[in-house]
């Protein structure tokens, strides 16, 4: 969280939350492909490991804002998990927390494919990148 992440009623603007779960993604799966310099790789180099021509493109955000996040001199924690996966999209759940308190701030999805840049079609998933993926889904109770 940074100190102009605060919106005027003096809590994380809904907008810098999102930037949040951006950065949780990137860090747990890598950038995207070509923009910036080498640095830590990621636990699942998902994003940095596509082929070249293939974008990781957002189609769906759902937020629940639990309760507000306010702002701390240290990082929010966040939880990040897959769910669904599918032919050729899948699901990044988050679970945002206060660092101090722990209590639930945000509960979020994102729904993401691949495309190939050139023609703007949506790609399949690999066999490897369900692989990648499946090692984060977590196993239904029962």
Known sequence: ????DMDAYGHINNVQVVRIL????I???GPPRGPGLPGIEPPVPLF???PEGTLALIVEHKIRYVRTLEYRNVPALVQLWIGAVK??????HYLVQDPVTRED??????????VEESTGRVLRLSPEQKEKLARFTPVPAG
């Open 27 to 29: 860090a747990a799966f």
């Open 87 to 92: 032919g050729a999209s899948f699901d990044i």
């Open 48 to 50: 940095s490991e596509v």
């Open 22 to 25: 951006e950065e949780a993604r």
């Open 105 to 114: 701030c945000v509960r979020a999805t994102s729904h993401l494919a691949f």
């Open 1 to 4: 969280m940074r100190w102009g």
